[in-house]
Antibody, heavy 116, light 110 residues
Framework: EVQLVESGGGLVQPGGSLRLSCVASGFTFTNHFMTWVRQAPGKGLEWVASIKQDGSEKNYVDSVRGRFTISRDNSKNSLYLQMNSLRAEDTAVYYC?????????WGQGTLVTVSS | QSALTQPASVSGSPGQSITISCTGTSSDVGGYNYVSWYQQHPGKAPKLMIYEVSNRPSGVPDRFSGSKSGNTASLTISGLQAEDEADYYCNSYTSSSLVVFGGGTKLTVL
């Protein structure tokens, strides 16, 4: 059974940092792109970033480029999102997802709240 | 990176058919056959309903179908059922190796 389990969300002040983690199981992690998608309260889905199987290609939505860094540790079947210089508009549920397009498997999401 | 354009809401009665459109550009929807559709119920993670324009994952009823013409993709749900009431999102791969979602459509089953 494929499982994606996120952690690391919480309350952070504007300008602060947070690191999200996602542990994957039930599939061969090194065979798949991995992606972060977020959803602000009451809003739609927004693709945030994706990373290639070997980490050699990383892509970001314009609004987070330069502030967020996606990474993976294939030895630990883990995906990460380092979020710096956080803003109120980054408040959202962050989902870890397998693949980049046609995403079948999603985590349960972790809530990030940016507020003073 | 502009979001794909979807109608904010659509509605239909049980048994009827509805279609949700998703309009992009030649750099995303029109340029690639990597359009997907997702269903999301309140408080739940999205569920993939259609991938690569018109393919259904295992377990998705054949009442759900997808198509594309030019820069516009469409999701059609036939034989509407009460449990189809949800938010629906399209997404597409883009020419910049990015991914873009539509703004979402709220489907109401009357």
């Amino acid at each position: 059974e494929v499982q994606l389990v996120e952690s690391g969300g919480g309350l952070v002040q504007p300008g602060g940092s947070l690191r999200l983690s996602c542990v994957a199981s039930g599939f061969t992690f090194t065979n798949h792109f991995m992606t972060w998608v977020r959803q602000a309260p009451g809003k739609g889905l927004e693709w945030v970033a994706s990373i290639k199987q070997d980490g050699s290609e990383k892509n970001y939505v314009d609004s987070v480029r330069g502030r967020f860094t996606i990474s993976r540790d294939n030895s630990k079947n883990s995906l990460y999102l380092q979020m710096n210089s956080l803003r109120a508009e980054d408040t959202a549920v962050y989902y870890c997802a397998r693949d980049r397009a046609g995403i079948i498997y999603w985590g349960q999401g972790t809530l990030v709240t940016v507020s003073s | 990176q502009s979001a794909l354009t979807q109608p904010a809401s659509v509605s239909g009665s049980p048994g009827q058919s509805i279609t949700i459109s998703c309009t992009g550009t030649s750099s995303d929807v029109g340029g690639y056959n990597y359009v997907s559709w997702y269903q999301q119920h309140p408080g739940k993670a999205p569920k993939l309903m259609i991938y690569e324009v018109s393919n259904r994952p295992s377990g998705v009823p054949d009442r759900f179908s997808g198509s594309k013409s030019g820069n516009t993709a469409s999701l059609t749900i036939s034989g509407l059922q009460a449990e189809d009431e949800a938010d629906y999102y399209c997404n597409s791969y883009t020419s910049s190796s990015l991914v873009v979602f539509g703004g979402g459509t709220k489907l109401t089953v009357l």
